[in-house]
Each structure stands twice: as structure tokens, then as C-alpha cells.
């Protein structure tokens, strides 16, 4: 069956099952490998994209539910948060083996879309989901709040 | 882009000699420095009449290009452990190149170029220590040579700094690339001169950080996962649930309706199926009807095989004993005050992000290979038997790895292997082996399931008069007598005041495959030994500071005292502590570098709370103090989750932590600040990838035996009760 989907701001059609995971959609056929599987059940977070805007483990999100969605991956993701927080990461060279760190810099954005300045306790509800195995965890969380400032230094 | 004389030149078997591709090469100069490893001559052997699958690019460890930048070729496997970025500092250092102008390219397996290309046992630094300094200092050399020609002035009065040639007399100064012609034509250094550590300018200083953050930032790194090569199938495999199963008989029927399954076909570890993509494999593999032949299976669970090891530890099986470590009379009877240690660990996998996988094409006598892989010249061997060719035929790009914890480096490159069978049936098309997480965690190669059993008699001063100390554990490897599973016990500086030292190691064999994981034999004799400490400084009446620093004074243990020392000041070691909470230490040695660390812990809900650990650190020279508190942090992280939760465990043989539902992993709530400090040292410089795990254990243990009296004898600490019996004591 053939899907509508929209992908980082263009429209693709896409031939396949519509209980395919959006990961594969994405990885398989639109060449986007940013997006990493890791676990297939939502466990580890590798596979986070913004689906309207909203973190969401792809995964385990069957290419028929996104069809009428806006999707954007790593690749794509922009704005002053993005920025923000690419900047921080690259200031303390967070990644190690860096397999984590496009679902983990996707929900690191979206959090600081929602909360200006974040408390470590923010950092822990948005965070926990994404496993990384190199526990660069503290890094991650230094760079959030280092890209939180950038931001409120921004607007102020 | 030929050079078949540079190619010559370069691989020409000189121990200790410069090897240089006098001419420029596609416009770079070309250095390189001769492996000086004894295997160097199985290279040619290896390499067989094969070509140098890369001559033009791969080869020498440093290229100098006419855009002045300064490429080091990295023979290691990069899996986060930022090994690439202390390589390139070494040459960077010596050179006195720019760092913001070093690249790092990795190398392509290549024996008779690189030598061994093997990552294990954090050596990559050690092991490379002389060879790149003294790569960097002969380009140096040769740039000053060239310039103090051109000046018509002495080399002595030539000075480079950031990448620029200058003579400080007339002020004239020139780039690398102004200079690459003329340095390319002078004679290398035999032995050039290498800097003391006093006068480097990026070694040990924050500037040297790592060099492949922005592709990792922008999902542009591209792993093995990520390989799309034209007309390329995916591949997953049926494997045997359990361990030494074989497979009996299946029908592919069904998988083969599935639209863009192309094939299925039995290997030897299972049930291959290819398809046009990753989905179409997994529901082509899950559409399969396989059964298996289990009469040499492993059906045993976790709880029955910990009784066997006990019992194996207690000599009534026929399993004889390896001997690792002996003083005095070994057989002395022991007392009856004797105090009694036991200690289970269940197997543990690697579980890296990226599950295991690997890209093959077979063309003819010819084999490509992309994988991220820690024994890439293994990997060549094997490769080579699968494909009926020579290893000089196998052509491996290495790529950097989503984790690999020891992983990625098997005796048997099983993954790769895999990988090679599936593509001897693609008729010539690339195929690309995708695990799944519960391929991953259920394919083993897991560090040993291990018991531990110890009889220690103090002295009337309280220290170890007599140390009886038994382990039971598969080999990791066929060959060396398991001693890996008793490093950390071997050699322990806390043996120093003991008369009689009785050290046995018994291997039992079953069909559940062993492997490193990361910190090795470590990972479980750094637990005991530093546990085990701690409780005798608590029988003794001993702070256990104090207890360790009599042993480390006794021994001459100096590296140790500087690092217990360093400790107790950063610590906070001995000053109050608010009610609830404790501190506990441990202090390990790992591949040559000596860690210690005090977790900061109390209880709460019936299970410890980790809210911050001081580490300390002697690796010797420090390359780069970014990624040595990188590894401790990511150590410490790997290390908790295994002290906690990691257990893979058996139940009729099938193993039951499929994922990171069953199999957790600490996450960003649980971890806690760490703080690293680096010991000042002028010593050879040691690895960090590993040796931050050992110590947190331990670390935790002790503080929680100050909290709750009660020592632990098992791990993980929250095992619910995925160990079934195990923390049944066997003490007599």
C-alpha cells in the first residue's frame, strides 16, 4: 500500500506494509540512518524522532499511524534549541561511541522547547528514557543546562 | 596515485627503522614507522602475494597534504573509547602540528602495513606510544632539515610551532605544505629525537579533545548498521535458542511469500534469511518453522549451574585445578579461625547500543568487509578460511562502533564469520547481517559466570597471614590456562604479609560461549579482593584506609599509595558524612593503571543510592585529561549497572534477559556525579577504556557493609530473584 508521509518539510510516498515501523520507513527507504535502532521496543530511545513536534520512540510506531504526521529526524532538526544544544554538546564532547546521541540530542530539543530552565529533575523525567551504554548521562545533562542558558541569554 | 616504490619501501621487514615514502604521494608526504611487534613477520605470511588492499592511502600512520593538514591513520577500532584522539595527539605532540589541522582516518585492516590490528586490553595507547612519537618526530626532523636547507641556516636554530616552520634569527617561516617537497627528500632519522614530557605543549593539556563529536551530533557518523551499498540484501539469522543446540530441520515456506524476502537458506549457526530490507528480514525470520536437535544443548538454569561451580570449588568433581599464584606452603592446613568468603556472579553480556552486525561481499577470491571490529587481523584469518582465499584478500574497512565493550574482539569473529557464510549464498551481492537485540543478548560471548570461594587467616597484627583463594570459571579464550579470570588476584600487593598463598583456578566447560567484557578478569576479582578487604580491615578494627595503606606500604605498592593518598584528600575520606549515608572505597589495578574510587551511598527502599563517586587516577602521562574523566565517568556508569541489575541468566538453558526490559541499564536518574583526578606522572602512559569499571563495585559494597553490617556475596546487589539460589552461602 502507498503512504503520504512528510519527512523533514517535503512529502514522500512511501510503497510499503502499514504495519511497518516508522524506523525502517525511515532508515530502509528514505535513507535517513541518523535515527539508530537499538532495542525495536521502545526501551532505549536511539530511535527518537519529533512526530508533531513530540519525541516519540519510531520504532514502534507503525508507518499507517504517522501517515498524516510531521516528522522530523536528526538530520533536519533546527531552530534556536537545536543549535543550543548541538553547541553544548560539541563544547563538551559528550558522545563516546555516539550510537545514542541523535535520540538523545532529539529529546534534549524537545524538552527545551517545553521548559526554558530545566531542573535536574526535568533533565531526569525528559532524559531517562534514552539509554546510553557509554553513560555519558552526566555530560548530557551539563550540556542541557548549558544550552538552556545559551537560550535564556538569547531572549533576554 | 602509483607509488609501488614508496609501497616497497614501506613494507620492508627493518625493526627500529624509519620507514619513509621519500616522494610525494598525491601530494602528501608520507611518514610511517616500522610496527616493531615479532609478528611483524607473519605480515607477509598473512598478507600471503595479496596487494596492500589500500597502498596509495592506507599504510604510513601520518600523511602531511598540500592543504597543511596533518592526517593520522588510526589502526584501532574507535567504539567511543576516543582512542583515535590520543593516537593523533602523540604525532600531534612530536610534529608540533596544529591540532585544530590533525585529522584521523581509520585504518583498513592491513597486517603487513600496521602489524597487529588488535583492540583489547586498553593497550592501543601503551602499545602505540613509541611508534606514533616517534612517526611524529621523524616528519619533525625532516621539516627542519628541509627548512634550515632552504634558509642556508643550522637546524638548531629552526624552531616549529602550530604547524610553522620558523627561523627565530630572520624571522622567515614557512608552512608544512610550503616545505612538503623539500622535507620529502630528506633521509630519515634513524632514532629521531623525542621530547620530554616537561616541554609538551598538547599532551596533558585540555586542548586535546575528541575529533569525531560533529558527525556523532548530526546523525551524519555513519555505522555498520548504516551501510547501504548498491544492490545490498539484509540478512538475520535463526539462531538456536539454546546454546550448542543444532539445527534439526525448518520450512521457509511461509517466509519465502513475504513480499522482498529473497531467500532462506541453513548455515551453521542456524537459519539465514535475505530480504531487500530490515523489516522484510525480521518478519521473514519470524515467519520461519525451525526445530532443534538440543541433545549436546546447554538445558541447565542459572540455579543448578551455580550449585555445580560450588561444587567445583570445593574439589568433589573431577575438574583439576590450573595453579595461578602460590607462596609458602600451599597445602597448609588452615586454622580453625579461619574466616570463609563466597562469591557468585551470574553472566553478563555486552549490550552495546548497536547490536552486533557486519557487512560481506564475496567477488571471487575476493572478500570486503564493513564492521566495526576490535580484532580486524582475526577477522582476516577467519574470513579468509570462510571464503577459501588468502587473508591479503580480505579487505576490512573498519568502522567506528556503537559500543562494543569487548564485544567486537572474539576468538572465533563469530559475528563476522556469520556474516561470511550468508554472503558465500548471495551470488556476489553485499549483504548486510543485522542482530536484533535479543539476538544480541541472548548470542553470548558474555563475561564467565563466576564463583569465587576464599579462606583467609589474619595474623596476630590483623593483616593476612594465610590466603586460600579458589575460582571457578569458564575460559574466555582456549589457551593461556584462564588466567584472565585470576588477574587481580595475581600479584595482589595484599598478599604481601601472607606466609602461605594458595591461589587455584577451576574451568569447568559447558556450551555457553565466553568473552572480555570490558575490564576482563577484573570485573569480577576487583569486586572480591576490595570487598574482601574491607572486611578483614572490619575484623582487624581498622579504618580500611588505613588497613589498605599498611598493605600498599608493606608491598611497595607506590603507585597504589599515591592513589589512596589522593583519595582520602578528594574524598572527604574520614569526615562526617550526614546520617544515612556512608562512603566506601576500592582501589583496583587494571591493564596497567592503577583507579580508585569512594562512592558516596545510602539505602533507600531497600536498595543503595549512588549520589556521587571521587575517583583518582595513575595512567601514567596524561594524554588527554577530557577523555580520561570521559572513561572514569562512562566506567563508573557501565560498572554501577552491572553492580546493580546486570545478569543474564538461564532457565532450561534459555536465556531470559532478552532486552532492556529484563536487562536494565543504569539511565540519566540513577547516575551519579563523578569527579576525576588525575595522578601527575612521567611514566609510560596506560589505557583508560577499562579501568574505571572494576572499583565501583566494590565501592558500593563497602559502604553498604558500613550501613547494613552485612557483607554482599553475590551480585548484582538487586537480583530479585533472577539468580534463583545463588545467594545461598556455602559456608561450612
Request: net charge negative; with cysteine; glycine share 10%.
Amino acid at each position: 500500500m502507498s503512504y503520504a508521509i512528510f519527512v523533514n518539510g517535503q512529502i514522500h510516498h512511501v510503497e510499503d506494509d502499514g504495519q511497518t515501523p516508522l524506523l525502517w520507513v525511515l532508515r530502509d527507504t528514505l535513507k535517513l540512518t541518523g535515527t539508530k535502532y537499538g532495542c525495536g521496543v521502545a526501551q532505549c530511545g536511539a530511535c527518537t524522532v519529533h512526530v508533531d513536534g513530540q519525541p516519540m520512540r519510531s520504532c514502534t510506531l507503525p508507518l499507517e499511524i504517522v501517515a498524516s504526521s510531521q516528522i522530523t529526524t536528526i538530520e533536519a532538526v533546527e531552530g534556536a534549541e537545536a543549535e543550543a544544544v548541538r553547541a553544548a554538546w560539541l563544547a563538551r564532547d559528550v558522545p563516546q561511541c555516539g550510537f545514542c546521541q541523535s535520540g538523545q540530542i532529539m529529546c534534549a530539543v524537545a524538552l527545551l522547547r517545553t521548559v526554558g530552565s530545566p531542573t535536574d529533575g526535568d533533565v531526569d523525567t525528559a532524559m531517562s528514557g534514552n539509554i546510553c551504554r557509554c553513560a555519558t548521562y552526566n555530560r548530557i545533562r551539563a550540556a542541557i543546562h548549558d544550552a538552556a542558558g545559551t537560550l535564556r541569554g538569547q531572549t533576554t | 596515485m602509483t607509488e609501488s616504490k614508496v609501497e616497497k619501501r614501506r613494507f620492508a621487514m627493518t625493526r627500529r627503522r624509519l620507514i619513509l615514502g621519500g616522494s610525494l604521494v598525491g601530494g602528501a608526504l608520507v611518514v610511517g614507522y616500522t610496527a616493531t611487534h615479532p609478528m611483524q613477520v607473519a605480515g607477509a605470511i598473512l598478507q600471503g602475494g595479496g596487494s596492500d588492499p589500500e597502498p596509495s592511502v592506507f599504510g604510513p600512520f601520518v600523511r602531511i597534504g598540500a592543504d597543511d593538514w596533518v592526517t593520522v591513520v588510526n589502526k584501532h577500532q574507535e567504539m567511543g573509547q576516543g582512542i583515535h584522539t590520543a593516537l593523533a595527539a602523540m604525532v600531534a605532540e612530536e610534529l608540533d602540528a596544529d591540532w585544530d589541522r590533525v585529522r584521523v582516518v581509520d585504518a583498513r585492516g592491513n597486517f603487513r602495513a600496521y602489524g597487529p590490528q588488535l583492540t583489547a586490553g586498553s593497550n592501543s595507547v601503551a602499545s602505540n606510544w613509541d611508534t606514533l612519537r616517534n612517526a611524529g618526530a621523524a616528519a619533525r626532523t625532516m621539516f627542519v632539515a628541509a627548512a634550515a636547507a632552504r634558509w642556508g641556516v643550522s637546524p638548531q636554530s629552526i624552531a616549529i610551532r602550530d604547524s610553522i616552520v620558523s627561523h627565530t634569527g630572520s624571522g622567515r617561516s614557512a608552512t608544512f605544505a610550503e616545505l612538503l617537497t623539500d622535507a620529502s627528500r630528506q633521509t630519515p632519522p634513524q632514532a629521531p629525537e623525542l621530547k620530554q614530557p616537561e616541554d609538551y605543549r598538547l599532551i596533558g593539556t585540555d586542548r586535546v579533545r575528541r575529533k569525531d563529536t560533529v558527525p556523532k551530533i548530526t546523525g551524519g557518523q555513519v555505522y555498520t548498521q548504516d551501510v547501504d551499498l548498491p544492490d545490498m540484501l539484509v540478512a538475520m539469522v535463526a539462531h538456536s535458542p539454546r546454546f550448542g543446540g543444532k539445527l534439526a530441520r525448518f520450512d521457509a515456506s511461509d517466509a519465502l511469500k513475504i513480499p522482498a524476502v529473497v531467500d532462506a537458506f541453513a548455515i551453521e549457526t542456524g537459519v539465514a534469511v535475505v530480504a531487500e530490507n530490515t523489516f522484510a528480514a525480521r518478519r521473514g525470520r519470524d515467519a520461519l518453522r525451525v526445530e532443534w536437535d538440543d541433545s549436546k544443548a546447554e538445558t541447565r538454569s542459572t540455579p543448578e549451574l551455580f550449585r555445580y561451580y560450588h561444587e567445583v570449588a570445593a574439589g568433589r568433581t573431577d575438574i583439576e585445578p590450573n595453579v595461578l599464584e602460590t607462596k609458602g606452603h600451599p597445602d597448609a592446613q588452615f586454622g580453625s579461625d579461619v574466616l570463609e568468603f563466597t562469591f557468585d556472579f551470574p553472566y553478563l553480556a555486552h549490550a552495546p547500543l548497536e547490536p552486533m552486525n557486519c557487512v560481506a561481499q564475496i567477488d571471487g577470491w575476493d572478500i570486503k568487509i564493513m564492521s566495526g571490529t576490535q580484532l580486524v587481523t582475526l577477522d582476516q584469518v577467519h574470513a579468509a578460511r570462510i571464503g577459501l582465499t588468502i587473508p591479503g584478500k580480505v579487505d576490512i574497512e573498519v568502522l567506528p562502533a556503537g559500543g562494543s565493550f569487548g564485544r567486537r574482539g572474539t576468538a572465533t569473529s563469530d559475528f563476522v564469520v556469520e556474516c561470511l557464510r550468508i554472503a558465500r549464498h548471495t551470488n556476489g551481492r553485499p549483504v548486510k547481517l543485522i542482530w536484533t537485540r535479543e539476538d544480541d543478548m541472548a548470542g553470548g560471548f558474555y563475561r564467565p559466570m563466576v564463583h569465587h570461594r576464599a579462606w583467609i587467616e589474619l595474623g596476630p597484627d590483623g593483616f593476612p597471614a594465610r590466603w586460600r583463594h579458589h575460582v571457578v570459571s569458564q575460559e574466555m579464550v582456549p589457551i593461556g590456562g584462564n588466567f584472565q579470570n585470576f588477574e587481580g588476584i595475581t600479584g595482589s600487593p595484599y598478599f604481601v604479609t601472607a606466609s602461605v598463598v594458595d591461589g587455584k583456578i577451576f574451568s569447568p566447560s559447558h556450551p555457553v560461549q565466553c568473552g572480555f567484557w570490558r575490564s576482563v578478569g577484573l570485573s569480577h576479582t576487583g569486586m572480591v579482593m576490595e570487598h574482601i578487604i574491607d572486611q578483614l580491615a572490619r575484623q582487624a578494627r581498622r579504618d580500611p584506609a588505613d588497613y589498605r595503606w599498611a598493605l600498599y606500604q608493606r608491598a611497595g605498592a607506590a603507585r597504589h599509595l599515591a592513589v589512596l593518598n589522593e583519595l582520602c584528600l578528594k574524598s572527604g575520606w574520614g569526615s562526617p558524612i550526614e546520617t544515612g549515608w556512608a562512603r566506601g572505597m576500592a582501589i583496583t589495578e587494571c591493564f596497567g593503571t592503577v583507579v580508585g574510587q569512594v562512592a558516596e551511598v545510602r539505602i533507600q527502599e531497600g536498595r543503595p543510592v549512588v549520589r556521587k563517586v571521587t575517583a583518582v587516577v595513575d595512567c601514567g602521562i596524561p594524554i588527554s585529561p577530557d577523555q580520561i574523566a570521559a572513561q572514569m565517568e562512562g566506567s563508573i556508569g557501565f560498572g554501577l549497572t552491572a553492580a546493580l541489575y546486570g545478569a543474564v541468566t538461564l532457565k532450561d538453558g534459555f536465556v531470559q534477559e532478552t532486552n532492556f526490559d529484563s536487562y536494565p541499564i543504569l539511565r540519566m536518574n540513577e547516575m551519579p556525579t563523578v569527579e576525576t583526578h588525575i595522578i601527575r606522572s612521567a611514566n609510560r602512559p596506560t589505557g583508560m577504556g577499562e579501568p574505571g569499571v572494576p572499583p565501583i563495585a566494590p565501592a558500593v559494597a563497602n559502604a553498604m557493609l558500613i550501613l547494613t553490617g552485612s557483607p554482599t556475596t553475590s551480585l548484582p546487589i538487586l537480583s530479585g530473584n533472577a539468580l534463583g539460589n545463588s545467594n545461598v552461602s556455602v559456608r561450612s
